[in-house]
């Protein structure tokens, strides 16, 4: 079983930016899927971002233009910039390979 476990969450300011990371416990099999996910409080878990192994990324229209997943081989982390926040992306942000899930870091945009 992969552990995932995310970092980086805190509080912005709105128009601020956050950068999250995900360590993985292992090297992943390919073909893989890493994805980012998030949950406001009082709605359901959507998807943010995914990045494949072969290098190909999707959002969210919610985050097109503002947010950008990435991986680093070698220190197995995905990661999650997030730029010109709003208080629309509070929420916990989790990192889910397809079969785990991470712990969840808070992620709260306010003045």
């Known amino acids: 079983q992969v552990q995932l476990v995310e970092s980086g969450g805190g509080l912005a300011k709105p128009g601020g930016s956050l950068r999250l990371s995900c360590s993985i416990s292992r090297r992943l099999f390919t073909p893989y899927t890493l994805y980012w996910y998030r949950q406001a409080p009082g709605k359901q878990r959507e998807l943010v971002a995914s990045?494949?192994?072969?290098?190909?990324?999707d959002y969210a229209n919610f985050v097109k233009g503002r947010f950008a997943i990435s991986r680093d081989d070698d220190t197995n982390t995905m990661f999650l910039q997030m730029n010109s926040l709003e208080p629309e992306d509070t929420a916990v942000y989790y990192c889910?390979?397809?079969?785990?899930w991470g712990q969840g870091t808070q992620v709260t945009v306010a003045s």
């Open positions: 990045l494949t192994s072969f290098g190909t990324t």
């Open positions: 889910h390979t397809g079969t785990s």
